[in-house]
């Protein structure tokens, strides 16, 4: 279907995009434990995401310690945008 984006699809992509949505940027083992997955799950999607330009990754220190940062990009948030409207539009030949 026109306008779904198969590197957004995945469910856990999906939902990793929706909870940035809400923030500037969220630590990974936030993310981590939103989403439900393991550390090296979450990476291979947050680099995914990189690769597409859709997320941006820094590294920095959190409480004395190591952490990586995520946080949605424009066009990220447009790509996102694009990909509800065309579950909407497949959800609204349903109903």
Known sequence: MAGLDPLIHAPA???LLTTLTAV???EFST???ALGVSDSVLSKHISTLVA???VRSRKG???GRRTTWVGLTDAGRTALRCHVAAL???ID???
Do not use: P
Request: aromatic share 4%.
């Open 31 to 33: 993310l981590r434990e």
């Open 61 to 63: 220190m959190h409480d």
């Open 88 to 90: 909407r539009r497949l």
């Open 52 to 54: 597409a330009g859709y």
């Open 24 to 26: 500037s940027a969220a």
């Open 93 to 95: 030949v349903v109903e």
């Open 13 to 15: 992509r999906l939902q």
